[in-house]
């Protein structure tokens, strides 16, 4: 059961909603408002796990990587099939970073960066998650 939900923040959040899921293979579960220039908040699922979204806010201290020139967070997304992964969002016309490669820990990723410079890190390596104490 997935308990931590990455939040990213776009100066465009429509424009990364529409990327998003045509380049990388996203679904919007929803968004609020539903149309508009601004987003409040939106969740996108891929697979069994949801980021959630929403348009920048000064007021929080958020901006956008295209805007800061550099991003402070990287995501990692575990793919069954990266090749075909990585075909798909080449072909959508992605940022690719680096090309599918081998890791020194066993798994195969590549490296790209969405539509306003986030970095996304898309592999086959799944920690396994072992829960000894559930009281967190």
């Known amino acids: ?62 901006a956008s990587p295209q805007v800061l020139g550099a991003a402070t967070q990287a995501l990692y997304v575990y793919v069954e099939d990266l090749d075909a992964h990585f075909e798909r969002a080449l072909a959508a016309g992605a940022r690719i970073v680096s090309p599918p490669g081998e890791t020194d820990f066993g798994s195969r990723e590549y490296h790209a960066l969405d539509a306003e410079g986030h970095p996304w890190t898309f592999g086959t390596f799944l920690p396994a998650v072992a829960v000894e104490n559930d009281s967190g």
């Open 1 to 62: 059961m997935q308990t931590i939900f990455p939040i990213l923040r776009y100066a465009d959040a429509r424009g990364a909603i529409q990327s998003l899921c045509s380049t990388f293979g996203f679904a919007e579960l929803f968004s609020v408002p539903e149309s508009g220039p601004s987003v409040r908040h939106a969740q996108l699922r891929l697979g069994t796990n949801v980021v959630m979204l929403g348009s920048v806010r000064p007021e929080e201290g958020t």
